[in-house]
């Protein structure tokens, strides 16, 4: 098994290597058609956030819908990531268990917009007393998205890794370092078998 995997690497590096360094024609696959750009920004909470709609259903399982915060652009590398960061979640809190959450990220700017594909997010009640007792988790806690653009930013695509206290600090800090892309993500694999 662990040889299979050590090709399966290799096959993955020697195709990411092939990958052309210069615009190229759209491929019929739905593949990138041109470089990727790499970019990095950085976005900074000031303490705005709206905490939704709460509701509390049999045995103690709590419901909040569009819990939200707003994040300050702070830098980027890339003005199309230099907008502000919103984040808007469902969560469902389990007393004594956690929660999971459901929602995204969206930046705007005056030419365009970033989408967060949505995703969903589990944490444990260990987790969260870190939160409420005043401490956060680790520094470089890294989680990853994939963003679609809109309007001026149409026919792009962001695959992005968030880090949130990047280097660690008091701020409520993330960071996003990633690939903008020309064109879609291709269609996922259809599942390995090893039979």
Do not use: C
């Not at 917009?113 to 409420?132: C, G």
């Not at 007792?133 to 309007?151: L, M």
């Amino acid at each position: 098994m662990r040889d299979i995997k050590q090709r399966l690497v290799s096959i993955i590096a020697v195709g990411l290597l092939a990958v052309p360094t210069a615009g190229v024609a759209a491929q019929d696959d739905g593949m990138a058609s041109a470089s990727p750009v790499r970019f990095s920004s950085t976005y900074d909470w000031p303490g705005g956030s709206t905490p939704g709609t709460s509701e509390t259903l049999d045995g103690g399982i709590r419901v909040v819908t569009g819990e939200g915060w707003l994040f300050d652009s702070r830098d980027a590398t890339d003005a199309r990531f230099a907008g502000p960061l919103v984040m808007t979640w469902n969560v469902i809190h389990h007393r004594g268990k956690g929660n999971v959450a459901f929602g995204g990220s969206r930046i705007e700017t005056a030419d365009g917009a970033w989408q967060q594909i949505p995703a969903a997010m589990l944490r444990f009640e260990e987790d969260l007393s870190d939160w409420s007792g005043g401490r956060k988790p680790p520094a470089d806690n890294i989680q990853f998205r994939t963003f679609i653009g809109e309007r001026d930013y149409a026919g792009f695509t962001a695959v992005v890794q968030e880090t949130w206290w990047p280097g660690g600090g008091d701020a409520e800090t993330v960071r996003f370092d990633g690939w903008i892309i020309e064109g879609e993500l291709p269609p996922a694999p259809e599942p390995w078998s090893a039979e």
